[in-house]
């Protein structure tokens, strides 16, 4: 479990970024959903209704244990599913209302495994980002090339341009994933566990990159993740899930209870809160 205290070590503590004034960029109302939902059968899954919001320059954490309901959230702010009732809105705009180009120039998903189904070197697989912006059978402008270059940039990936895709290791690739997401120039940035196959020196890297992404490119970054020690330092805000029902929305401290950790994690916890106010999780010995 992500709730060790090996994950909490390495990481420098930050000054957290004010976003208090910050406009909305995600707007989720009474959002929910149920998968194989029929007259005839009950739903095998049910989600909901999750209210929450995320601004400009914030970086949210998505968190709970496995089946809590954590990547149908993320798949529901994408528009990939429709939600059964309530609303979400990105940039005050209904995602079910979006055509799929509006949709991709205004939201990023990183899924948990992006499989590369036929060679490509990076700077291709980049470019691919900028298909919402163009048409079919036409060369990248300028401006396509200007924009995955600075992708690369974005995340440190500027000398991976020429190798192949299925040469990376775990964290270059990681890596050129995020860029191509963020050729997209989306306003939303949704990653569904990104740190799942990093060493815990990738985890902290990927994490500093997003938010510093948050920081300075003004994006809205939400991730999906199981680290609960890298979530409480690097997230404005926590969305804690629980058996498909959204228990608690708020700053770390906030959600970081002992007892509602406890109960959501199935192990014994201490909080330990350290300077600047942020909380650091501790698997008690006693298990």
Not at 37 to 56: E, H, K, N, Y
Not at 116 to 140: A, N, Q, T
Request: with cysteine; proline share 5%; hydrophobic share 40%.
């Amino acid at each position: 479990m992500s709730a060790s205290a090996e994950n909490g070590a390495a990481v420098a503590p930050r000054t957290a970024t004010s976003v208090q004034d910050a406009p909305v960029r995600l707007n989720v109302e009474q959002a929910s959903y149920a998968y194989a939902a029929t007259g005839r059968s009950a739903p095998d899954f049910t989600l909901g209704p999750a209210t929450f919001q995320a601004q400009q320059r914030e970086l949210v954490a998505i968190l709970g244990p496995n089946a809590s309901g954590k990547s149908t959230l993320l798949k529901l702010l994408a528009g990939i599913v429709k939600p059964l009732s309530g609303r979400i809105e990105v940039d005050g705009a209904e995602v079910g209302t979006l055509d799929l180009r509006t949709r991709a120039q205004k939201i990023a998903l990183v899924q948990q495994e992006s499989e590369v189904l036929f060679p490509l070197r990076v700077w291709e697989y980049v470019l691919h980002g900028r298909y919402p912006y163009g048409r079919r059978l036409r060369f990248e402008s300028d401006e396509d090339c200007l924009l995955a270059g600075n992708a690369l940039a974005q995340v440190g990936a500027d000398a991976l341009r020429d190798r192949w895709m299925d040469q990376l290791s775990g964290g270059e690739k990681q890596r050129v994933i995020l860029a191509r997401a963020l050729a997209q120039q989306p306003s939303l940035l949704l990653l569904d566990e990104p740190t799942q196959h990093l060493d815990i020196g990738g985890k902290v890297e990927l994490l500093r990159r997003l938010r510093r992404l948050a920081d300075e490119s003004r994006y809205t970054v939400l991730v999906v993740t199981h680290e609960l020690n890298l979530a409480a330092e690097f997230s404005d805000r926590i969305v804690l899930l629980h058996k498909g029902k959204c228990l608690r929305v708020g700053a770390p401290a906030e959600v970081y209870d002992r007892d509602l950790l406890e109960e959501v994690f199935e192990a014994p916890l201490e909080i330990e809160v350290r300077e600047g106010g942020r909380p650091r999780v501790i698997l008690r010995g006693n298990l």
